[in-house]
């Protein structure tokens, strides 16, 4: 293990059974309409693949870039739609597909920007939910769906990276000394 990878919280067997639950759950809720999954760039990259295996059903796939971490320290949100986003969106059901929900500022933002394009419905799963306090939380809404929720630390694996790094661990790890 490098130097940076703190403690495993949860092991590349647990995610692989959570992820497998989830594509059921959205299948259910989705039977009979393809939703439209719009994937918030690079983070969800890997829960986004696993997911889409587990779905049995139709779905299609968009993918939106946004960015609020610079190192451990969030930022502002920028973010960056495709051109032709709003005909894939527009009368669809869509569901935000995210890697982690902590302040709600990155989630908040790509949803306001989806909703002004008019999707039938929109909802929003992330993998992970940080346990803050209130006060901490920019955002308005809140997750529709979780894969796990965990304690207010930085971590790294499963698409979740510092600095471009680690991203391809199997695992979610806490980042050494973070």
Known sequence: MAPEVGEILISAQEI??????LGALLAREYAGREPVLVAVMK????????LVR???????LEFVSA?????TQA????LVLPQD???RVAGQPVVVVDDIYDTGATLEHVCEALR??????????VLLRKRLPPEARRGRGRPD???????????????????GRYRNLPYLAVLGGA
């Open 16 to 21: 692989a059974g959570r992820v497998r639950e």
């Open 43 to 50: 983070g969800s990259v890997v829960f986004l693949a696993d």
């Open 54 to 60: 587990a779905w049995p059903g139709p779905l299609d």
């Open 67 to 71: 960015e609020s971490y610079q190192g």
């Open 75 to 78: 930022g502002g949100v920028r």
């Open 85 to 87: 986003l709003g005909s």
């Open 116 to 125: 002004a394009l008019g999707p039938a419905d929109l909802r929003t799963l």
């Open 145 to 163: 769906w979780v894969g796990f929720e965990i304690e207010n630390r930085f971590v790294i694996g499963y698409g979740l990276d510092y600095h």
